[in-house]
């Protein structure tokens, strides 16, 4: 019977999992099309809507928006979302079109425009921070070392992850604290803060008068209460969705908090990749759109904003990440002349670290190669997870359930000298696997927190991926409460 029991779990598992594998996975085998693709993978990979554009040529190729958001109202390529880290590419651009226009220096201390800014400090790359004034360039290319101390006046504590990584090996090695920086978006929230000042203008105003109304952006600005409907956030719990209902500080504008549509996404990309000859907005030519995409240190990854990275392949340009209930990626071939958006009305790691990054490969092999394969479907692997771990809830609920049993039978072992050896040792184990399980709980927050350069609440570490947060913690407290039964028993045993 005893055996039964144990076993009878993995072979629910070992079922669960067979099913995935070989029930049939509807759908082409290959894409062709862009529609084909967005539609078919939304389902696939578990995304509650999101909205697409594409340049190709110079010319907006593709536009259509999918699914719907937190709350079930559908989305179009016109509702407006927040474009969360990508934010930057906005506030980078204004930054060259003052740099262009030379009202300000990119080599200037930043402690001339905001003095109780001057204890930060300045690194190189791969290095600790430098015994020197930070400037406006090294701000801009995410060259700071921030104090441990908060900086309340600049950091409206937006939740969320850092700008996304094409790959998660990347992420880790950029965001594990070996080092004493992070890539925050605190730089670019400064970098605004500063754009304000120097300008005497709020950073709405700015982005409104410099960028959006130039180019046609209407449904875009940096004061979400402008607009009348903004699409509801969501978040994913084992491919459910449910809504966040929080809104981003506004002044978290600058790094986080820009809302835009992909409509309007689409016109700026093409201005930057490919815009008409005598194309203008203040600051900036169609001769000059290049240098938003230029490492601002021949060393560095950053340029107005974007991320370049270089591969064999040649170079990687983009920008995304998440905040609580969106997520974008965005990746532009300037040689191509083409570019992708994805905005999507869900946050998470696994959205914007894995399956955007994932969907825009897809998207730019259609692009430049016709055709693209269907790539893996995570919504049926998140399924498997969550019937597994009930499966492993379930098992946990039925040891706690047989702990008198279970100590008897230890307590009879050793009584009869069966096994002692065995005996003596399993309570030692039990201890030492519930001091274990409270540690990692208590210390979740704090690693956490190393990771993404700032401190971390439960509640921000359960928002950052729902379904892998509350799995973990759940199992590591059920777990938990399941040694603290046993060793309840072996001691009211012993006692008897």
């Not at 693709?37 to 190709?56: H, P, S, V, W």
């Not at 790359?125 to 921030?146: C, E, I, K, N, Y």
């Not at 700015?206 to 959006?212: D, G, N």
Request: charged residues 20%.
């Amino acid at each position: 019977m005893k055996f039964l029991q144990r076993i009878v779990p993995w072979l629910l598992v070992i079922l669960i999992i067979l099913a995935a594998l070989y029930l049939p996975d509807l759908g082409p085998e290959n894409y062709k099309d862009f529609d084909s693709l967005f539609a078919n993978e939304r389902g696939r990979q578990g995304i509650a809507g999101y909205e697409i554009a594409i340049i190709k040529n110079g010319e907006i190729a593709f536009n259509k928006a999918y699914g719907f958001d937190g709350q079930r109202r559908p989305l179009e390529k016109s509702t407006p979302l927040y474009l969360g880290p990508a934010s930057e590419i906005l506030t980078g651009t204004l930054l060259c079109q003052f740099v262009n226009e030379r009202k300000i220096s990119l080599d200037v201390p930043i402690a001339e425009f905001i003095p109780e800014l001057a204890s930060l400090k300045a690194r190189r790359a791969g290095a600790s921070s430098l015994d020197m004034p930070l400037t406006l360039r090294q701000l801009a290319a995410h060259r700071v070392a921030f104090p441990e101390k908060d900086l309340p006046d600049y950091d409206p504590a937006a939740s969320g992850l850092e700008a996304g990584l094409p790959d998660p090996e990347l992420f880790l090695r950029s965001h594990f604290p070996t080092e004493n920086y992070t890539r925050s978006r605190l730089s670019y929230r400064i970098v605004g803060a500063i754009l304000e000042k120097e300008s005497n203008k709020k950073f709405s105003d700015l982005l409104e008068s410099m960028i959006t109304i130039p180019l046609g952006m209407y449904l875009t600005t940096a004061r979400p209460s402008s607009l009348e409907h903004i699409a509801v956030g969501s978040g994913s719990f084992f491919g459910l969705t449910f809504p966040y209902l929080e809104k981003v500080p506004y002044d978290a504008a600058a790094s986080d908090g820009i809302v835009t549509t992909s409509q309007d996404m689409a016109k700026f990309l093409k201005f930057v990749v490919s815009p008409e000859r005598g194309e203008w907005i203040p600051g900036l030519s169609s001769s000059q759109t290049p240098r938003l995409y230029q490492p601002l240190y021949k060393d560095g990854d950053t340029g107005f904003g974007w991320r370049i990275l270089n591969s064999e392949k040649g170079r990687y340009i983009f920008q995304g990440g998440s905040i609580r209930g969106y997520a974008s990626r965005i990746v532009i071939y300037p040689e191509r002349n083409a570019a992708i958006v994805i905005l999507t009305s869900q946050s998470g790691i696994i959205i914007s670290n894995f399956l955007l990054p994932m969907l825009v490969s897809c998207a730019e092999q259609i692009l430049f190669n016709g055709e693209s394969r269907r790539p893996f479907p995570t919504q049926r692997a998140e399924l498997v997870v969550g019937v597994i771990f009930v499966i492993y809830l379930l098992s946990i609920i039925l040891q706690m359930q047989s702990s008198f049993s279970w100590a008897r039978d230890l307590l009879k072992y050793r009584e009869t000298g069966i096994s002692q050896l065995y005996a003596r040792f399993v309570p030692v184990r039990t201890f030492i696997g519930l001091v274990l399980r409270i540690f990692i709980v208590v210390l979740a927050p704090f690693a956490a927190g190393a990771l993404v350069g700032r401190s971390v609440s439960y509640q921000e570490l359960i928002a950052f991926e729902p379904g892998i947060a509350s799995m973990l913690m759940t199992a590591l407290l059920f777990g938990a409460l399941r040694n603290i039964s046993r060793l309840v028993m072996i001691g009211r045993l012993r006692r008897s």
